[in-house]
């Protein structure tokens, strides 16, 4: 089966600042869809960006981006300009056959003011 | 918007009883799933749903069934509740096919305590 590791329980960032979540995968699959979900506190879980395996471009959505290497199995969020509203849970995802997903353990984002 | 909703946020219940944790989804999605949300393990997937009575085991199904009458709604039962089904509970729908494949939406979550 295949696995999602977020190597750092927990991550802290100045406000304004830019930090980098880490994920590593393993899989032996050549295409699949990366996610990263946000869990503000007490809220729902939501959608922050995904990457296609097959586009090599990284994705970006506003102040997120990811920096994917399929060679390395890597696969990390990087948040510019954080925001306290960013304070939250984030998990990595890989997406399992037809629409199940995979999650990481989990980072724990605290944003400093 | 696409809602997900889960019946109770917080629950406390004794060693053995029978537990029920609904979900009821608005949008009409094929797909249902139960996770399992601890420290440190992040998200498990307990069972799942592609159709109406359809039901397949995710990865830790032990202790655990479900129940898809209707497409909205998709049940979590716990048949004798132990201490080590502690734990927050969220319930997740999604199409089958869609624009952003993968995308899962998420109930809040209902936090279940076994005393």
């Known amino acids: 089966a295949q696995t999602v590791t977020q190597s750092q329980p927990e991550m802290s960032v100045q406000e304004a600042e830019t930090v980098t979540l880490s994920c590593t995968y393993d899989?032996?699959?050549?295409?699949?869809?990366l996610f990263w979900y946000k869990q503000p506190p007490s809220r729902q879980m939501i959608l922050v960006i995904r990457q296609e395996a097959y586009k090599q471009q990284n994705a970006t959505e506003n102040r997120f981006s990811v920096n994917f290497q399929k060679a390395a199995k890597s696969f990390s969020l990087k948040i510019s300009d954080s925001q306290l509203g960013d304070a939250a849970m984030y998990f990595c995802?890989?997406?399992?056959?037809?629409?199940?997903?995979?999650f990481g353990q989990g980072t724990r984002l605290t944003i400093n003011p | 918007d696409v809602k997900v909703t889960q019946s109770s946020r917080y629950l406390v219940k004794r060693t053995g009883e029978k537990v029920f944790l609904e979900c009821v989804q608005d949008m009409d999605h094929e797909n249902m799933f139960w996770y399992r949300q601890d420290p440190g393990l992040g998200l498990r997937l307990i069972y799942f749903?592609?159709?109406?009575?359809?039901?397949e085991k995710g990865d830790i199904p032990e202790g655990y069934s479900v129940s898809r009458e209707k497409k909205e709604r998709f049940s979590l039962i716990l048949e004798s509740a132990s201490t080590n089904q502690t734990s927050m509970y969220l319930c997740?729908?999604?199409?089958?096919?869609?624009?952003?494949?993968?995308?899962?939406?998420f109930g809040e979550g209902s936090r279940l305590t076994v005393l």
């Open positions: 995802a890989y997406r399992e056959g037809a629409q199940k997903l995979v």
């Open positions: 749903s592609y159709d109406v009575k359809m039901k």
């Open positions: 899989t032996s699959e050549s295409d699949y869809y």
């Open positions: 997740a729908s999604t199409m089958i096919t869609g624009s952003v494949p993968g995308e899962l939406f």
